[in-house]
């Protein structure tokens, strides 16, 4: 990677300085990244979960490559993020999870960031799953999808009564929304058919 030279640094730190160039973000998490953390919270109270981490400090490039090939390598996770990483309390990586909606649109560039992340996960065998509000699993399909059947046996008193009430409202309320933007969807779907009445109007 290239180095700083000294008047690039000397610039940087001139533009720093200037009042109202930074902004502190309203939230760290947007509100169903913030669902889902409760929801990892919930499935995994023994285990630390991080929100928006680097894919470069989740992978690293095996030994082996050198060169041009290894920075190759780097570069198709240097600039990639996941949505959260679950780990034991000894912080060992136990799974990666991403939140999307089904219906999130996304260009061209990002479709195969996308893929390349998901091929550096899977070629590093570390388990991957990604959920799309607001059909989220249940915390405890969750935990066996990622912990595997075993994690049935662990003593009840480890999990939480019931999920997050943030959790669940969340969810009623994107549902709402949905079927809301899919009943609207049908009626201007109807308004436009041949025959219709006000589909001179409406179209």
Not at 96 to 112: A, G, L, M, W
Not at 146 to 174: C, F, M, N, Q
Request: net charge positive.
């Amino acid at each position: 990677m290239s180095q700083w030279t000294e008047g690039e640094t000397t610039r940087l730190l001139s533009s720093a300085e200037l009042p109202g160039l930074y902004l502190l973000r309203s939230r760290f998490l947007s509100k169903a990244e913030n669902v889902v953390y409760l929801l990892l919270k919930a499935a995994f109270p023994r285990h630390e979960i991080f929100a928006r981490v680097r894919l470069a400090d989740v992978l690293q490039v095996k030994i082996g490559p050198q060169g041009m090939e290894r920075l190759r390598a780097f570069r198709k996770i240097a600039n990639q993020h996941v949505g959260f990483v679950v780990c034991d309390r000894d912080m060992t990586i136990i799974a990666i999870v991403d939140s999307k909606e089904p219906e999130q649109v996304q260009n061209p560039r990002d479709q195969k960031l996308e893929i390349i992340k998901q091929r550096c996960l899977q070629a590093a065998q570390v388990k991957y799953l990604c959920v799309y509000p607001p059909t989220l699993p249940r915390y405890r399909e969750l935990r066996e999808q990622i912990l595997g059947p075993a994690a049935d046996l662990v003593s009840t008193s480890e999990l939480p009564l019931a999920p997050s009430r943030a959790v669940g409202a969340w969810i009623k309320k994107r549902s709402a929304a949905v079927r809301r933007r899919t009943r609207r969807c049908r009626a201007s779907r109807a308004r436009c058919l041949p025959g219709s009445a006000s589909r001179r109007s409406a179209c």
